[in-house]
């Protein structure tokens, strides 16, 4: 820990250079940066916005973990700040004032994260925390930080011996009644996304909090450094389990059998003892989760009391986000194939018979065919995962049977939605039946794949599958066919609901209908994904373009964001407006609502066509007329910048306040001494953009 930190990278008085989240994170990167830890400032910032975006990283008690894998770091770096006024990380609680920003490279090993996952659970200790608070020195703090490593070995149980993987899942036994004179026994397993700080923090306060109720708590942690698996015996003789994860649990069949929790795992960190007595109640009511009867990938991921609603939502999502690279890879082969070879590529042969290596017609024809076969699994990726998203691995087989068979009735996006919708909720169903124990083995393997494909299947082709397919017939026919007043409509709504909550639900509504007309592969689903695309990509842009003509009527702190803007626009990331929508929303809603309308109309009126769901400005040459595609985006980003220029400047404009480090210069005469610029200071510039989401 003493190479990771040093007082360098302490700032104990990190409020006078940084007021939000944003300006925290920036000032302790400047300050790796300077000690060669980080390479690129800007490139490591946005890193650490897209781990901010999956989660906020605020935790009850005044800490703020601001934390990220990034290919610009050079090695295991931590930065500590200590904020007087506090700074806003999302923790339910309030503001931090102890801010830790950890780095790790992308290819960081296992010793350095083992150290962090200490500091991690550390920061779950009160003593620890308020000797930081109390802490004078920045090279106090770092040798605190740095000495803490050595009491936590001390006090850390020996690492358990690693478990072989099995060759076949042993029947799960129900838990034995816990006995008079024994502790009650939890296991559980933590895990997040970046599986740095969240993992180990929630498993040590799980294990914290079992002490105090005297329970015993074995954890396993499922992060970056990998994980080692609980024994086999010690799940067996566990009275519950909890689960408090971000991802999914792997190999989650050990620990069917058992009273069971499942949660996020801020809620593991925030809440334990509620967790541990849920638990315990679950068992003493005889309330345990059958082999295969668990909540889904997707389920586990969000807090209890979720409505049917939104479980379909993120059920659909799975899918989609499963069939989004299929989409992406095989439509981009099949533009890029039209672009070597020509639209006569579609009728050439096999390029296993026939292809001439010094031909760009041949080699057309081979990216054409490849784009062709990675548009096949479309539909059964999307059904498989939607499936899976609802009953896990054993959904998997009849929904990829079932989106195999809407593929064959040409039933195409929509009977994908609905066998992968009818494959997860046939294994839901099946899971629910009470079977013998020594059953339960085989039934993921053999059992549930082959009712529920036979079920599925017999549904698909003689049941839903005539109808859908007459559905799907209907959809793509109407694209096709519209045309004048119609096209435009269409258009306008697209360009409305991509722009509305920049990212959120009607946002992803719109795209996912655009990249499912991508499956079918006609002129009118082409269509539709560019002038979603171009709609799209208008907010951002039209704040940069705003904040670069009328810089005045703009924070400091916008129009730095504005300069990023140009970039998020370009590549499609309708997100990069969010900043300007959360600080004047009746003003900036409106203004890209309406220019995405224009864009979308523009778009349809001039038969504009896209075969790939991403890549904003960067797969122009694979658009279909493209001049006229830049302009529709043109017109609605003009259109958009006027309005919202137009509102902000109706409204009386209050004098900006004076940054600190300027009005400390004009004090001083304007003095020699480098001074750190605060918060409002032209060069404090904000977090940099966060990671390329699907808009």
Known sequence: ???????????????????????????????????????????????????????????????????????????????????????????????ADLIFLIAAPAGADDAHLSILSNLARQLMDADFTAALRAATTAGEAAALIAGEEAATATRDEAPQAAVPEPTSAPAPQAPAAPAADRPFRIVAVTSCPTGIAHTYMAAESLERAGRAEGVEVSVETQGSSGFTRLDPDVIAAAD?????????????????????????????????????????????????????????????????????????????????????????????????????????????????????WTDTSSWGA???????????????????????????????????????????IKAGFLGGLAAGLIAGAVVMAIQKVKIPVSLRGIMPVVVIPLISSAVVGFLMFLVIGEPISKLQSALTSWLNGLNGANVIVLGVILGLMMCFDLGGPLNKVAYTFAIGGLADGTAGSFKVMAAVMAAGMIPPLSMALATTVRGRLFTRTERENGKAAWV??????????????????????????????????????????????????FVVPLIGNALLYLLAIVAGTVVSAALVVLLKGLRKQRPEPEGAAARLRREAGGGGGRLRPGPSAPDARPLGAGRLRLS
């Open 1 to 95: 820990m003493s190479q990771m930190i040093s007082a360098e990278l302490v700032d104990l008085e990190l409020d006078r250079a940084a007021d939000s989240k944003e300006a925290a994170a920036r000032s302790l990167a400047e300050r790796m940066v300077a000690l060669g830890r980080v390479t690129d400032l800007d490139g490591f910032l946005a890193d650490v916005a897209a781990r901010e975006a999956q989660m906020p990283t605020g935790l009850d008690g005044g800490i703020g973990i601001p934390h990220c894998r990034s290919a610009h770091v050079t090695e295991p770096t931590l930065a500590f700040g200590r904020s007087a006024a506090g700074i806003d990380f999302g923790a339910p609680d309030g503001p």
């Open 240 to 356: 519950g389990v909890i689960f408090a994860h971000d991802v999914p649990v792997r190999d989650k069949e050990r620990f069917a059998g058992k009273a069971t929790v499942d949660v996020g795992v801020k809620a593991g960190v925030n809440r334990p003892a509620e967790l541990i007595a849920e638990v315990r109640d679950k068992a003493a009511r005889g309330e345990i989760t059958e082999a295969g009867a668990k909540p889904s990938p997707v389920e586990a991921a969000g807090e209890p009391g979720e409505g049917y609603g939104t479980k379909l939502r993120k059920w659909l999502m799975s899918g989609v986000s499963y069939m989004v690279p299929f989409v992406a890879a095989g439509g981009l082969l099949i533009a890029l194939g039209f672009a070597l070879g020509g639209y006569k590529v579609s009728d050439a042969p096999s390029v296993m018979d026939h292809f001439l």
């Open 366 to 408: 081979l990216l054409f065919q490849v784009g062709g076969v990675a548009f096949k699994f479309l539909v059964p990726v999307l059904a498989g995962y939607i499936a899976y998203g609802m009953a896990d691995r054993p959904g998997l087989v009849p929904g990829f049977v079932g989106g195999a068979i809407a593929l064959d």
């Open 568 to 617: 998020l626009g370009a590549s499609f990331v309708t997100e990069g407006a969010i900043p300007f929508a959360a600080a004047d929303p009746l003003r900036v809603i409106p203004s890209a609502m309406a220019g995405g309308a224009v864009t979308g109309a523009l778009s349809m009126a001039f038969g504009c066509t896209l075969r790939a769901p991403h890549g904003g400005i």
